[in-house]
């Protein structure tokens, strides 16, 4: 059955700044109004316990329809803004491709980390990464490239939205078909078991495979953050007694703030596919990005601990490691209640066997200069698109990418604070980071191009 609207090809007026609709998305939570506890929490750990085969099934169709619609509206946005001021020059052409390619690889992402959830997921999980960002003339990058090269697609935005929505289509309709097949010959209720090789209901399966996702992804950033944080803000070496510039810590400020919103929004799509997933996300948000105002400390949650750190310091990596571990632990009790699993004491996150969702042939240095890898050197694993960025990277693929993201996690229920301008204490000297509304641009680093994304407010403080 064909799900795909193409009500999206009628012609809209432009916009400048990306505020694609993730309404489709809120559907998936099924959700209940009701006060958030601890109570609640666990009433819905219980009722998922239940679900089927062929609940997850219509979850995983509905998650793919959202996502569908979700890139269509990202392009006619972006088409709509290409052509704002009249025929766009070669120049603006490529940085519209990249960043409509960032986000497809946001998508891939989200939709890969879905699929990663179910039982014998590994071609599921090939099909999807090939379809959107493969070599074949038939991947939506083959599509997108192929649309960019015709002169007619080149002459309005309503023909530019069209051919690429078109191609948009055709591929996540053969997605379908792919997750068709996939729920169609593998026996999920059979293939869930724990790590003993004991059955298993498949929900619990489901659960423990995005509690282990979130503690990956979390432990990768936390494995990255010291050598990224190092290299960005002391490209001369960290004794050479001179203090970080603004636009240094505001490089590495973004970064941070974008990485932990890839985590959210993979986070958010995962939990999307299970019913009541705004309770927990209403929970975990201020254990990750806090309530406060200020940049003086008073902000409490991951983010604020990690803005704090001294930077330069002796204990810099031990200080690391407390804050993420201190951060995982607190995030930890309510995420596992909701997904049913059993409470950890003191937990920490690993340090070593980090995984990537996407296959090698998307995290090697030749996919756009190996930001799936954090542009990790080679053998070695990295971050999503937090790294130094080599020569040659166009910052418009990251723009794509992380305002994609964003735009998810506030369907989601994650939303960054404000902590504009103030005056603060500890390593970033309260940076602050608030929400902009239109095109911002921040330097020559990854998702330092940021539309409808994550703003920097600058502020003063002691970096050591």
Same mark, same amino acid.
């Given at each position: 059955m064909i799900f795909f609207s193409d009500k999206n090809k009628a012609k809209k007026k432009p916009r400048h700044a990306f505020r694609p609709t993730l309404a489709d998305y809120a559907r998936l939570e099924d959700r209940v109004v009701m006060s958030v506890t601890a109570a609640n929490i666990a009433a819905a750990a219980t009722s998922q316990s239940a679900m089927t085969a062929a609940q997850v099934r219509a979850a995983s169709a509905r998650a793919l329809q959202a996502a569908t619609r979700n890139i269509r509206n990202f392009v006619n946005a972006q088409s709509a803004a290409l052509f704002a001021n009249g025929t766009p020059t070669a120049d603006q052409i490529n940085n519209f491709k990249a960043q409509v390619a960032g986000a497809i690889n946001s998508t891939a992402f989200t939709l890969s980390s879905q699929a990663a959830l179910l039982p014998n997921s590994a071609r599921s999980v090939a099909a999807i990464q090939n379809a959107l960002l493969g070599s074949g003339r038939t991947s939506l990058l083959s599509r997108l490239d192929t649309a960019l090269q015709n002169n007619r697609n080149l002459s309005s935005a309503t023909r530019l939205q069209n051919a690429i929505g078109s191609g948009i289509t055709n591929t996540l309709l053969g997605v379908r078909s792919a997750q068709n097949n996939f729920f169609n010959t593998t026996p999920l209720n059979r293939l869930s078991v724990d790590s003993s090789g004991n059955p298993i209901p498949l929900q619990q399966f489901i659960s423990g495979q995005i509690a282990n996702q979130f503690t990956n992804s979390l432990g990768a950033l936390a494995n990255a953050f010291p050598t990224v944080a190092n290299a960005t803000l002391f490209p001369n070496g960290p004794n050479n007694g001179v203090n970080p510039s603004s636009d240094l810590i505001q490089a590495f400020n973004a970064q941070t703030t974008n990485a932990l919103g890839t985590i959210t929004a993979q986070l958010g799509s995962n939990l999307a596919l299970?019913?009541?997933?705004?309770?927990?996300?209403?929970? !975990?948000?201020?254990?990750?990005? #806090?309530?406060?105002?200020?940049?003086?400390?008073?902000?409490?949650? !991951?983010?604020?601990?990690?803005?704090?750190?001294? =930077?330069?310091?002796?204990? /810099?990596?031990?200080?690391?490691?407390?804050?993420?571990?201190?951060?995982?632990?607190? !995030?930890?009790?309510?995420?596992?209640?909701?997904?049913?699993?059993?409470?950890?004491?003191?937990?920490?996150?690993?340090?070593?066997?980090?995984?990537?969702? =996407?296959?090698?042939?998307?995290?090697?240095?030749?996919?756009?200069?190996? =930001?799936?890898?954090?542009?990790?050197?080679?053998?070695?694993? @990295?971050?999503?698109?937090?790294?130094?960025?080599?020569?040659?990277?166009?910052?418009? /693929?990251?723009?794509?990418?992380?305002?994609?993201?964003?735009?998810?996690?506030?369907?989601?229920? /994650?939303?960054?604070?404000? !902590?504009?301008?103030?005056? @603060?204490? #500890? #390593?970033?000297?309260?940076v602050g980071i608030g929400t902009s509304t239109g095109n911002l641009t921040g330097g020559n680093f990854p998702g330092g191009t940021v539309t409808g994304g994550t703003g920097i407010g600058t502020g003063t403080g002691n970096f050591f």
């Open positions: 299970l019913p009541n997933s705004g309770l927990v996300a209403s929970q !975990l948000n201020p254990l990750l990005f #806090g309530t406060g105002t200020t940049g003086t400390g008073a902000n409490t949650g !991951l983010l604020n601990s990690l803005a704090n750190l001294q =930077f330069g310091g002796t204990t /810099f990596n031990n200080d690391v490691t407390t804050a993420f571990n201190n951060g995982f632990s607190s !995030l930890s009790t309510p995420l596992n209640s909701f997904l049913g699993l059993q409470a950890q004491q003191n937990a920490t996150l690993p340090t070593t066997g980090f995984t990537n969702v =996407f296959g090698p042939n998307f995290t090697s240095s030749t996919f756009n200069n190996g =930001f799936n890898n954090g542009f990790a050197s080679s053998g070695n694993t @990295g971050f999503l698109g937090f790294g130094t960025a080599p020569t040659g990277f166009n910052t418009a /693929f990251a723009s794509g990418f992380n305002g994609l993201n964003s735009s998810l996690n506030s369907s989601f229920g /994650f939303n960054f604070p404000t !902590l504009g301008g103030t005056t @603060g204490t #500890g #390593g970033l000297g309260g």
